[in-house]
């Protein structure tokens, strides 16, 4: 059974920073993609980065290039998304998801298992 599990949502301060963890278990593919997506209310899930699981294909939505960073470590089978100079409109659930071969795409339609998402809230 394939298990994603998302942390470090948090209140932070307009310019401050996060850092969200995706915690993976039971997916056993060798060649596969994660995404972290996010979805403020009264508006759609979008896609926010992707990394494929070979390390070279790495994708960021306009909105967060050079804010956000994704990363992996492989010994803890776990992707993180490191957020600086958040902003008001970063405010959102974030989830993480997998999808099965190693294309990276922000796009929310083909992966094939979400966490539960972690809340994001930046406010004074």
């Known amino acids: 059974q394939v298990q994603l599990v998302e942390s470090g949502g948090d209140l932070v301060q307009p310019g401050g920073s996060l850092r969200l963890s995706c915690a993976a278990s039971?997916?056993?593919?060798?060649?596969?993609?994660v995404g972290w997506f996010r979805q403020a209310p009264g508006k759609e899930r979008e896609g926010v980065s992707c990394?494929?699981?070979?390390?070279?294909?790495?994708d960021y939505a306009e909105s967060v290039k050079g804010r956000f960073t994704i990363s992996r470590d492989n010994a803890k089978n776990t992707v993180y998304l490191q957020m600086n100079s958040l902003k008001p409109e970063d405010t959102a659930v974030y989830y993480c998801?997998?999808?099965?071969?190693?294309?990276?795409?922000?796009?929310?339609?083909?992966?094939?298992?979400w966490g539960q998402g972690t809340q994001v809230t930046v406010s004074s």
């Open positions: 998801a997998i999808k099965r071969r190693q294309f990276c795409t922000l796009s929310r339609y083909i992966y094939n298992y």
């Open positions: 039971g997916f056993t593919e060798d060649y596969y993609a």
């Open positions: 990394l494929s699981s070979g390390g070279g294909n790495i």
